[in-house]
């Protein structure tokens, strides 16, 4: 930087003298050489003057920085899951600061506590955009909290990377979508459960809008299949009053469980399902929220042989992702593992640093323009970003739990599955209206508030 600003004031001093000279030849009258020099200092002049403007330009490009939010919970009922997603949101970042930065110049996250809150993160997605002006957020994890931030991002004109699996019905041109859409998560997961476990079904989950549309998907399809669900029941986003929803599952005697509690609450519900005498080799439990990181703060010894299912397991034997775990476990410890959100947070940065180096700015409007069909090959394999939804293509697993960090795949669709954020057993005005009544239920809220 400072060659650059040396360059500029040799070329403005160059300027004054050669103006010097010329003035002094028209004070003397050497008219012809005049004349002569007048021609040849206006090229002169323009070209010193180019250069110049070249020198800033290329001074901008090679210093300053990029600034981008990272917005998670690191405290509150969903810190347990969002910690490893910031981790992992920074490693990429790290990684790509290594490398040069981007565009010549080095990324900046600027990282901020969500809280567990969905009205707080409005706040911070506000705070990042207007004011600490970033390029980019990566962030959120309940779709709670990303349906209230979406306005935000939308009246700016700004960019969200949403790392989590999510019920779908949705797609906003402000938001890329790199968690798995209900046909990459839910809708495979009950076909299989219903082809390999039993036919009667009890779902229980975390009452806001993630769990809720869940459900109503599962029914869907388990109608369409010829099964039963036997009881659904929803316990409030954080609490540990989960013990009536295990008496309705005794009673109801399922042959399966879809659990879609999210966050700390899921270390009550599992503790009150053993108690009961409920294990995995008698009713097994398919969760969509608890992977490997998850599964530290639990007894994994009670939940072998349970199910989940997801597009990322760490076991999975691959080049890029024996990298991937090596490095993660590297920077953070040893005893650590990673997960579908934590490669999901990992593949946002990487993907969105594409669309900047091919852009060849962060600017938010050219940056949207090159996301459609940016790949990456990802710890879990090929992903891409599909230019119709901003959602992403990815491989579906279904996984059993055999250890910390070790979940067995039983079933996989072997490569990338085309998202459908809307899915088809209703209209999209349908699913809309379902959305409607609970935000308007809930008082214009995406959650159940007490």
């Not at 981008?68 to 997603?85: D, F, P």
């Not at 959120?140 to 004109?157: D, G, L, Y």
């Not at 992702?321 to 490095?327: L, R, S």
């Not at 949207?368 to 959602?391: C, M, W």
Request: aromatic share 12%; proline share 4%.
């Amino acid at each position: 930087m400072q060659i650059y600003k040396k360059i500029v004031v040799i070329q403005e001093m160059e300027i004054k003298n050669t103006i010097s000279f010329v003035n002094l030849l028209k004070i003397t009258n050497f008219c012809p050489l005049y004349k002569l020099c007048m021609k040849l200092t206006k090229q002169c002049i323009f070209f010193l003057l180019l250069c110049s403007w070249l020198g800033c330009q290329s001074q901008q490009q090679i210093g300053g920085e990029i600034k981008v939010g990272v917005l998670h919970s690191l405290s509150g009922t969903m810190a347990i899951s969002e910690k490893a997603v910031v981790n992992a949101t920074l490693m990429a970042i790290d990684e790509l600061n290594a490398k040069g930065g981007l565009l010549g110049k080095k990324i900046v996250p600027i990282t901020v506590d969500g809280k567990s809150n969905w009205g707080h993160f409005a706040t911070e997605a506000e705070r990042l955009i207007t004011e600490e002006k970033v390029d980019v957020i990566f962030g959120c994890w309940t779709s709670a909290s990303r349906k209230t931030v979406k306005p935000i991002f939308e009246k700016h004109n700004h960019l969200l990377f949403y790392p989590i699996q999510y019920e779908g019905l949705e797609q906003s041109p402000n938001i890329v979508y790199t968690g798995a859409a209900p046909n990459q998560q839910l809708q495979p997961a009950t076909k299989w459960a219903f082809d390999n476990v039993g036919k009667r079904f009890f779902i229980v989950g975390s009452d806001y809008v993630f769990p809720r549309t869940a459900s109503a998907i599962i029914k869907d399809l388990v109608a369409q299949l010829g099964g039963e669900v036997v009881g659904d029941e929803f316990v409030p986003l954080g609490s540990k009053d989960v013990k009536p929803m295990i008496d309705k599952i005794i009673a109801a005697k399922p042959d399966v469980i879809f659990n879609n509690i999210n966050g700390d609450s899921n270390l009550e519900f599992f503790k009150y399902l053993r108690a009961a005498g409920i294990t995995p080799e008698k009713i097994p439990t398919f969760s969509f929220s608890i992977a490997e990181d998850e599964l530290r703060s639990m007894d994994i010894e009670t939940m072998k042989g349970d199910y989940t299912a997801w597009n990322y397991f760490q076991s999975i034997q691959s080049p890029e992702n024996q990298e991937f775990v090596a490095n993660y476990k590297k920077k953070y410890g040893e005893d650590l593992v990673t997960d579908d959100p934590i490669e999901a947070g990992y593949i946002s940065v990487h993907l969105w640093a594409k669309a900047v180096a091919e852009a060849g700015t962060s600017e938010v409007n050219e940056v949207r323009k090159h996301l459609a069909n940016q790949s990456f090959n990802a710890p879990e394999g090929l992903v891409y970003i599909d230019g119709k939804t901003q959602h992403t293509w990815k491989t579906v697993r279904i996984g059993r739990f055999r250890g910390y960090g070790d979940v067995e795949t039983v079933w996989s669709s072997e490569k990338p599955v085309e998202p459908v954020p809307f899915p088809k057993h209703r209209k999209r005005e349908e699913w809309e209206t379902f959305l409607t009544n609970l935000y308007e239920g809930w008082g214009k809220n995406w959650a159940k508030v007490n």
